[in-house]
């Protein structure tokens, strides 16, 4: 009876230690995040700049773009395909090529914004909400999944939650939390860039803020295109 309790005991302390070393884990996944999909990005600069444009719903949608691609590389990453890709050079390099250059376009229509005066800047995005709302969502949705950052970045995060004994309940608690986070972070700057004070700052720097972005969107689109990972 006593070796049996004996055994309960450090089973149950093992246990304890297992629980503990995964929320360990769970938290470094959380925290590692925040900072990657929070710190200024393409996506993020491009959502502030939608939002201080053209407003809240138009910015959510852009954000429903992007956090779908966070999501699915997640998932794709989870499952072991996306770690896949960093085996085959190929692959990899047509991605990060595409990626690349979709960066540069948006960094053209950005500075071409930053060219049009005011005027013509209003009537050109005048009476087209139907069109851009379904054009911003597959532009976030591309630039998550046109960026090998945004992969790269998922196998990291999952190789540092999951070790050689996690339970499929932790690779659910990976996902499900990074996702909340996803949601709460882009349509957070969505919200916050789309208040009163926010529309009439861009109002005022307007082809200063869409100029900041051109400069920002080329030289990340041309980083991508010659880096070797």
Partial sequence: MIAASSIYGTEKGSRIIEMASELHNLLLVYTAYIIAAGS????????MGVAMDQGRRAA???????VSGSIFWGAMAATGISALLTRYADALTVLKIFGGLYLIYLAFKAGKAALTSDEKFAEATRGDDAVSNSALYRRGLLMH??????????????TLG???????????????GCAVLS?????????????????????????WIEGTLAVFFGAAGIRLLLSRT
Wanted: hydrophobic content about 50%; some cysteine; charged content about 10%.
């Fill in 40 to 47: 200024p990005g393409p996506s993020n600069m491009r959502i």
């Fill in 60 to 66: 959510l949608v852009l954000s429903a773009g992007v």
């Fill in 145 to 158: 999944l046109t960026n090998p950052k945004s992969i790269l970045a998922w196998i990291a995060l999952v």
């Fill in 162 to 176: 999951l070790g050689p004994d996690t339970s499929w309940h932790t690779l659910v608690a990976i996902l499900g």
């Fill in 183 to 207: 949601v709460t972070i882009f349509c957070g700057y969505a919200i916050v860039f789309s208040t009163a004070p926010m529309i009439r700052m861009y109002r005022r720097a307007r082809r």
